[in-house]
């Protein structure tokens, strides 16, 4: 199906969550976010992050530690509640909330209590539109209470860490969860409410096999989840600290990972989901994601494909980044320094971009790109991008007719090495990025 050229794939790319990238981030002025959230009209997003789990996976990227001190998550929810109060003095009378998605870490890290008190707080602060709600959840923690609050909540998305079924590989990145447990959690979430339900799955692991992969794959869709986010795992210990126990001599070879993607692709393809780029998959008919992805408004945020049409997303707590037209906008990642500054009123977002027309412009283009696999390039950039695109078309990657530049169905995975073409910040940044596949 995809023919493999590892010279296409030898530069790490990014996932392109947004453009400019959070590795281009850089101090903004203290004036910045608070004047981006005043001018805010309209229906937007909030997400809310909440950087704890009872377990820390060793492959594990994201800003979170553990949940065993409570009087640390205690003083966080504290800060996050006060965060609440001063985002919501900001904004303007008639900003509506028509999405929440909660995000970590993991949101059931806290107790369902300290849950129901901080969606009272959003609620009291901020005018709910009848938002649809979304939650990442960790199966090992999962209980029968935390089931009972998404129903009160109608919260109807959710999101799994399964990553994988295969004992030896969740002993090797220190994420042991028998399939009885994703089973219940499972059962209680349908019974609760939720109507699409995404796993998170993790090609490339340490001593993982085609047939550990095409297992994990088969008791997916057997489990009916809605969603599936194939992922290949990036080993980046220079970067991410805790990857050092994980036997990088275990690990598959590019080959091999390109060949665990195409599977991926092929087995769900082929077993009733539709392909989302090359590497996420959804359920037509019911699922809004799939919608998305039939009628052209799908788009990227930084949880990944959405069918958000926001062109505004809040981020609540630390290290949550807002996007706005003109501006990217990180809280505090240090959850110390976070709880002081929001704990005193104050609006901790100090790092991001202040996007330009240039920034926008080449923005499109990507998301286009990885959402609708074809984008229209100005003058300019088919002048800048014709000649490193050559190889692709060359090997019939991709193809471009008058101005449209469209990725073929030999090139969807090589869709985010095409899509860095058009980053102006790629040639001279020094930041390492996952491999492509």
């Known amino acids: 199906m995809w023919t493999y050229y590892p010279d296409l794939l030898a530069k790490p790319v990014p996932r392109y969550t947004s453009y400019p990238t959070a590795a281009e981030f850089d101090e903004i002025p203290a004036e910045i976010y608070p004047s981006a959230l005043r001018q805010v009209r309209g229906e937007i997003s909030l997400y809310v992050h909440i950087p704890f789990c009872e377990k820390i996976c060793f492959y594990c990227g994201c800003n979170t530690g553990k949940s065993n001190r409570r ?87 959710a999101s799994l860490g399964v990553q994988t079924f295969a004992d030896h590989c969740q002993e090797a990145i220190g994420r042991v969860q028998p399939e009885d447990c994703i089973v219940e959690t ?165 790092r991001g971009v202040v996007r330009s027309a240039d920034d926008r412009y080449r923005a499109a283009v990507i998301e286009q790109l990885l959402c609708q696999g074809r984008a229209r390039l100005g003058a300019c950039l088919m002048r800048e991008a014709h000649g490193r695109l050559q190889p692709f078309f060359e090997r019939g990657l991709a193809t471009i007719d008058r101005q449209w530049l469209e990725i073929l169905p030999e090139g969807l995975p090589y869709a985010r090495s095409i899509a860095a073409i058009f980053d102006a910040y790629r040639p001279v940044s020094t930041r390492l990025f996952s491999s492509a596949v």
């Open 71 to 157: 009087q640390r998550l205690e003083s966080y929810l504290a800060a996050l509640h006060r965060e609440i109060e001063t985002v919501a003095r900001e904004l303007p009378d008639d900003v509506r909330i028509g999405r929440i998605a909660f995000g970590g870490g993991s949101p059931n890290a806290i107790t369902p209590d300290d849950f129901r008190a901080l969606f009272a707080a959003l609620a009291g602060h901020f005018t709910l539109d009848e938002p649809t709600l979304s939650i990442e959840l960790d199966p090992r923690t999962m209980t029968a209470d935390w089931a009972r609050v998404i129903g009160e909540l109608s919260i109807t998305r």
């Open 186 to 350: 499972v059962d209680w979430l349908r019974d609760a409410g939720v109507t699409s339900l995404n796993f998170d799955l993790m090609y490339g692991l340490p001593g993982q096999s085609m047939h550990d992969l095409e297992d994990t794959l088969q008791r997916t869709r057997v489990l009916g989840a809605d969603r599936i986010a194939l992922f290949g795992y990036a080993h980046v210990p220079h970067i991410v600290p805790r990857q050092r126990a994980i036997d990088a001599s275990n690990l598959p070879d590019q080959a091999e990972r390109f060949a665990m993607a195409e599977m991926g692709y092929a087995y769900f393809a082929t077993h009733g989901y539709t392909p989302i780029g090359f590497d996420h998959f959804a359920r037509p008919g019911g699922d809004p994601l799939a919608r998305a992805a039939f009628d052209g408004t799908l788009k990227r945020n930084f949880q990944g494909f959405t069918d958000d049409q926001s062109e505004v997303l809040i981020g609540l707590g630390a290290s949550s980044i807002g996007s706005f037209p003109s501006l990217l906008a990180q809280n505090e990642k240090n959850s110390g320094r976070y709880r002081m500054l929001s704990s005193q009123g104050l609006l901790s977002a100090s």
